[in-house]
C-alpha cells in the first residue's frame, strides 16, 4: 500500500508543478517553498471498473466496491454488473469501507480522508482529511449510525460519536516491552457481542471489549503482520497475513492457534458465506476455503495469477472477488 502512496504522492506533486519530470518541478520551485497537496474530486472515467480495488461493504441488496483515484462503483444486480457513484469528493485511494444500514456509509483511505455517503454510496461529501501528513487509514467500523471507529499507519485510530461531524483520536497503550504505540493497524472488525478486534502488526490483535474504551494487546505467535480479519457467527475470530498466514482463536481473542493451509500468498480479505464455509483472497492469484470453522484451509489459484485484493458476499450469498485490476471475473 505504501508503493501505491508513493505513486500517488509523485503524480500530486508533477500535476501541480505542470512538469513532466521531478527534477523539473524541483528546479521551478523554490528552494523554501514546498507544493500544496491539493484534494479534487473524483472523475467520471469509462476506465473506472478497471484501477485497483481494496475495499467492499454491503449497503441493503447493494455492493459498495471503492479503490484507486476515489473510485465508487455501485451494483444493484447482485455483483453482476457496476457502475461509478455520481460523486465523490476527493480522488484519494480508498481502502476501505463500511455501512451502518443500506444508506449511512462511510470510505477511508490516503491523506487521512473520510468520506460520508447518506444515501447508499450515490454520493460522496467530504468529512476529515489532513494533507500534511503521510498517515493514510486502512480500514473504518461503524456499529450503527452513529458511533465508529477509523484505523491506520502509525497506530492512528480515530473515533466519532456523532455519525463522523467530529473525530478524535483515541490514545492507545504501548505493546508490551515497547516505549509507544507505533504500529500499522490495518484491519477492524466486531463480533456479534460488540467486541471490537484490529489486525495489526508483529503478530499482534488489539481488542476491546468495552465498546472501545479501553484496549489491550493479544500475542498469537506469530511475527509477521496481519492485514484482515473477521468474527464467525459461532464468536470464532480469524486474522489472516504475510505468507498465506492465517490465526484462528475460539475464545475471544485471548488464544491464538495457527490454521493449516499449504498455500504461501498473503492473505487480504477472510469472508463466512452460509453457515460453515469461509473464504479468503489471496495474493497472486489464491484464492482459499475452509469448511471447519477456519482450522484449516484448502485452495485454488487463478490462471490469470491476478493479485486479490478483498473478497465480499454479495447479495445473494456468492463470494466477489476485488483485484488489482478491478472485480475479479469468476
Known amino acids: 500500500m505504501k508503493s501505491i502512496f508513493r505513486r500517488n504522492l509523485n503524480a500530486a506533486l508533477l500535476a501541480l508543478c ?13 528552494p523554501d517553498v514546498k507544493p500544496q497537496l491539493q484534494l479534487h474530486p473524483a472523475e467520471q472515467a469509462s476506465a473506472a471498473a478497471q484501477v485497483q480495488l481494496l475495499g467492499a461493504a454491503r449497503a441493503g441488496n447493494r455492493l459498495v466496491v471503492v479503490g484507486d483515484h476515489g473510485v465508487v462503483l455501485l451494483s444493484d444486480d ?22 451502518a444500514d443500506a444508506h449511512n456509509g462511510w470510505a477511508v483511505g490516503h491523506w487521512g480522508v473520510i468520506l460520508r455517503t447518506r444515501d447508499g454510496g450515490e454520493t460522496w461529501t467530504l468529512q476529515r482529511s489532513d494533507i500534511a501528513v503521510d498517515q493514510p487509514l486502512f480500514s473504518a467500523y461503524f456499529k450503527d449510525a452513529n458511533e465508529g471507529w477509523a ?26 516491552g515497547a516505549k509507544k504505540a507505533d504500529r500499522n493497524l490495518y484491519a477492524l ?8 478486534y484490529v489486525a495489526c502488526e ?10 472501545g474504551a479501553t484496549w489491550a ?30 490465526y484462528r482463536s475460539a475464545d475471544g481473542g485471548a488464544t491464538w ?6 498455500y504461501k500468498s498473503s492473505v487480504t480479505g477472510l469472508l463466512q458465506v452460509g453457515d460453515k464455509r469461509i473464504v479468503a483472497s489471496s495474493l497472486d492469484g489464491v484464492s482459499l476455503t475452509s469448511d471447519d470453522d477456519g482450522a484449516s484451509f484448502t485452495g485454488k489459484q ?11 458476499a454479495a447479495p445473494g450469498g456468492q463470494p466477489v472477488y476485488l483485484s488489482t485490476s478491478g472485480v475479479a471475473k469468476p
Open 202 to 211: 508483529q503478530g499482534r490483535v488489539m481488542r476491546s471489549t468495552d465498546s
Open 78 to 99: 447482485d455483483g453482476k454488473t457496476y457502475r461509478q457513484a455520481k460523486s465523490v469528493a476527493a480522488d484519494v485511494t480508498l481502502t476501505s469501507v463500511s455501512f
Open 302 to 312: 487463478r490462471e490469470d495469477r491476478v493479485a486479490l485484493t478483498a473478497v465480499v
Open 257 to 262: 492457534q495457527a490454521s493449516k493451509t499449504r
Open 18 to 30: 505542470g512538469a513532466t519530470s521531478p527534477f523539473a518541478c524541483a528546479a521551478e520551485a523554490a
Open 151 to 176: 484505523v491506520g499507519l502509525w497506530s492512528l485510530m480515530l473515533h466519532t460519536t456523532d455519525g463522523g461531524a467530529t473525530w478524535t483520536t483515541v490514545k492507545l497503550p504501548p505493546p508490551p
Open 217 to 246: 494487546y493479544a500475542e498469537t505467535g506469530y511475527p509477521g503482520s496481519f492485514w484482515t480479519g473477521v468474527a464467525l457467527r459461532d464468536g470464532t475470530v480469524l486474522v489472516g497475513g504475510l505468507r498465506g498466514t492465517i
Open 189 to 196: 472488525f466486531a463480533d456479534a457481542k460488540g467486541t471490537l
